[in-house]
């Protein structure tokens, strides 16, 4: 448990379990992320990946447990949590052009009525301009490639000016220079003492870009340093044998009693 | 950014449409008029009772079109952008039982109690479906086909019960299903007049929670935009606006309002405010195309006439739609097409030239038949396009490239060889695979891809296949050298 709240840390999960359809897909993770870390989450498919990030940002029903960022609620402290969803989840031929998503990303602290201002307009372009960006602003989104769409979404969260970022597989099917770009963003961002929780889905560079993994299957099977978890072993428990014997017993449980509580 | 504030604001141009609506509404009456003999009434004298505003009944008929079209507009937009236009049509279909049991409330008329009733019922036909959705394996459109159709059926043998009760002012509710506008009375449009205003007024003041949760509602929701709220409320005014539509249009072709206009707007522009004015101003110029013709016509239902109106504007906007028009995507098509053509004739010649040791005077147009294996008068036809747009000069069945025309040939070979060379070389293609794509690709190799190809491939001077790749010397000689020296004619020599 974290002390004060000021040093709350900035993401604590107790005891989460998600159904899909009654059928677990996360079973009772517990989890304290640390302060200013780049944080990888790997796993096979079907592992809970972006089923994690979701239910801590409360966009998924959980059937049991609970999420804290920084020691409160995600609803008392919405406007510290970034979030960069995967691209496929947004209609690309919807009539905005880049600079209104960026803006998107300053309607959370706007609050009702409010229209964004200069200052959100200026906001929005520097955000641009750090994902090298700025010269597609007027763009219409269906004209950009897979890269740039990606590189309008992370500018969206960094227009957020959050403290805590999840990012849904960032890295899915964009060309090497916008993953250079966006390394080197996320970098700078826990540079200046953000946390990012990090969606990966490819092995080696997982190793290269974070400072902290994530290895999930259903469950957390190891959570610390890269160089400590990130071995043969642990990827192995990661990878090789599918809990398949947990994941069946607790569907049955499940379509038993509508509820997972072993 | 305000679309409220600009619709409302925008009068002068509401006017703009209004008169361009009118001008629409004249441009037929031609081919009409031969209808109007048929129905043996004076052409003449209706149009004067039109535009003179003179019937009350009429007054209320534009006025509740305007209206109408206005609040379906600018709702439809966000169940178009939302990809809910399914549940536009069940909505419209599921508030006829409230409309019957509206009527059964005092066995009247009553617009606020029909408006109620419909509203509820409308309301509980979408509840029902997410319900079901949520319940069963069914997906959303076999739930929306099921609750439309058993409400749609339980309003039907409503509303014929109703027509056969012996007592009671039944009048006007069979309109509802086809729709008149002719029927509106002073309190139908007073209510639409209310729900159009909350309508312009809430979508002005939630425009920016509205777009965001309809372009990624799951980044809304997390950042703190009660997304639910917002889906329940734009719901909420759908069914009002449906219902304020119905008596004009009709329950089966209510939806039509919602989703033709709001498509219109979406082929005609790039911006969602944007398309919420256009939206809007296409669903005004339908509602008062549709009364126009039901008024002349003597009580032609005015829904279907309506919804004709609105998809006469969708097949204007679909062909002549400035960016994504057919018209004008067949002729970019073209253009790019002809540019070619010029371009590959261009080549040709610079072919020619160059396996004549860049010396000969000019190219008769048996060469250029012989090398583009065409004959002399396809030849002669693409010489005389080149020469129409300043490239080249006929002359007695010679070609001369004008400077400028050798300036671009030179490029195009530039383009051609340097993609081939870039290809075999960075992408290990084999020589003999690259001549394909060089072909497309020189054409449309902007000057900063080529001075990067320049720099990766170190300022190379010789392509795949031996052919010297035309260097900035080649390219802009011409700046130095004049008349007939290199196969260039000055155009000024001909006459």
Redesign the interface.
Known sequence: MSGTENQAAPLEIHDLTVAYHKKPVLWGVDLEVPAGQLIGIIGPNGAGKSTLI?AC???LPMQSGWVKVFGQSL?EV??R?G?V?QRE???WD????VM??VL??R??R?G?????SKVDRNVARDCLDRVKMLPYANR?I?NLSGGQQQRVFLA?ALA?QADLY?MDEPFAGVDAATEAAIVTVLRELRNQGKTLIVVHHDLPTAKQYFDSLLLLNMNVVAFGPTAEVFTAEQLQRTYGGRLTILSEVASVLGAGNGGVNL | ??PGGAILGSLGRRRLVWALGLAICFAPTIQAASVQDIANTDWGEQLVRFFSFRDASLRYALVGSVLLGLSCGLLGSFIV?R?MALVGDALSHAVLPGVALGFLWNMSKDPWAIFVGAVVAGLAGTAMVSALTRTTRLKEDTALGLVLATFFAVGICLVTMIQRLPTGNKSGLDKFLFGQAAALGGDDVSLMAIVTLVAVTLVG??Y??L??T???P????????PAEWVHHGLMLMLAASTVIALQAVGVVLVSAMLITPAATA?LL????H??LLLASGCGVLAGVTGAFFSFVGRGLPTGPLMVIGASTVFTCAYFMGPRHGVIARWWRHRQSAARTERENTLKALYHIWENGGFRDVGTTLADLAERRKETIDEALGRSRMLAGHGFATVDSNVVYFTPEGRQRAAEIVRNHRLWELYLTNSANIAPDHVHDDAERIEHVLGETVVRELERRLNYATVDPHGKSIPGPRDIHRDAAVRGGDGGVRNPEETS
Not at chain 1, 112 to 116: I, S
């Open positions: 979701k940002m409360g966009l609803k919405p406007t949590v979030y969803p989840s947004v209609d919807f009539p905005v052009n209104d998503v998107m990303g309607y959370g706007l009702l009525f409010r229209r964004p219409q269906s969206r957020q999840f | 950014m305000n952008v990809r003041l939630f920016k929670e777009l965001a309809s372009f990624d799951g980044f809304a929701r997390s950042s703190g935009i979406y522009t790039d911006r969602m944007r398309m």
